[in-house]
């Protein structure tokens, strides 16, 4: 499988994630695929199909929006917006991370490599009650 094939194919798999789709990792991910962001640094399809279960425990109305597409040799940058709201502080406010994934494909078009970039400390921990007081402090601090 082309490179644009299997970016575009991993595209409409996570513009389209639901709950039952952690189960469907396996599809899109090689058995030994290497998972990273800023909380989790996992190998395989089972470890990350454990992430995105967790993920939706956690967060509830989760949507990426793919805004743009960088493909090069065996591998793909993906530019997106991830909405959700947090089922335990308040979920009626929906939250919005920017961020970058990296991924490089095997031969048979599944990711191989997976690491996310976005930015924990400005866009989670800053919006959270206690943590996000001590952040705000530090960020006036050193600025």
């Known amino acids: 499988m082309n490179t644009a094939a299997a970016s575009a194919r991993i595209v409409a798999f996570y513009e389209q994630l639901t709950p039952a789709d952690a189960e469907r990792m396996h ?26 279960r967790h993920m939706f425990d956690q967060l509830a109305d989760c949507r990426f929006a793919i805004t743009e597409t960088v493909i090069g040799d065996n591998g793909a940058m993906l530019v997106w917006d991830f909405t959700f709201r947090i089922r ?24 191989a490599y997976h690491r996310d970039y976005w930015d924990a400390a400005g866009e989670l921990y800053a919006k959270l009650p206690v943590i996000g007081a001590v952040m705000r402090f530090l960020q006036r601090r050193i600025a």
Not at 40 to 46: C, H, M, P, Q
Not at 89 to 101: C, D, N
């Open 88 to 111: 335990s502080w308040r979920p009626e406010e929906t939250q919005t991370v920017h961020g970058v994934s990296h991924l490089r494909f095997a031969a048979d078009g599944k990711v």
């Open 27 to 52: 599809e899109f991910y090689t058995a030994d695929a290497h998972f990273r962001d800023p909380f989790n640094d996992v190998r395989g399809t089972a470890e990350i199909a454990c992430v995105f």
